[in-house]
C-alpha cells in the first residue's frame, strides 16, 4: 500500500492579507523579529487578540446558549412522537 506523504497530511490554511505599507512593514518585522513564517504569526496574532477579547467570548458563549437551544428543542421534538405513542 503506498504511503501518503507527510506534507500532504499536514495541510496549513493560507492567509491572503491585504495589509497597508505601514502595517506591512511591521508585519513583516514581526514575523523576522519571531522567527516565524507569515502564517504562523498569523494564527499567533488571532489567537493572542482571541484570548482577550471580550466580544469574541461574548459571541462564543452566544453560540453555545443557542447550540444547546437548538438540541433542546430537538429532544422536545423526539419526545412529542414518544408521548403519542408511536413505537
Known amino acids: 500500500m503506498p504511503k501518503i506523504h507527510k506534507n500532504v497530511m499536514y495541510k496549513k490554511t493560507r492567509y491572503d492579507l491585504s495589509?497597508?505599507?505601514?502595517n506591512a512593514s511591521r508585519?513583516?518585522?514581526?514575523?523576522?523579529?519571531?522567527?516565524?513564517?507569515?502564517?504562523?504569526?498569523?494564527?499567533?496574532?488571532?489567537?493572542?487578540?482571541?484570548?482577550?477579547?471580550?466580544?469574541?467570548?461574548?459571541?462564543?458563549?452566544?453560540l453555545e446558549t443557542k447550540r444547546q437551544n437548538l438540541a433542546k428543542k430537538s429532544q422536545d421534538d423526539l419526545n412529542l412522537f414518544n408521548s403519542l405513542g408511536v413505537k
Not at 19 to 22: A, G, H, N, R, T
Not at 35 to 54: P, Q, R, T, V, Y
Request: one cysteine or more.
Open 19 to 22: 495589509l497597508s505599507i505601514e
Open 27 to 62: 508585519f513583516e518585522q514581526l514575523c523576522e523579529a519571531y522567527e516565524m513564517k507569515k502564517s504562523d504569526m498569523a494564527d499567533f496574532i488571532i489567537d493572542s487578540f482571541c484570548s482577550g477579547n471580550l466580544r469574541y467570548k461574548h459571541y462564543l458563549a452566544n
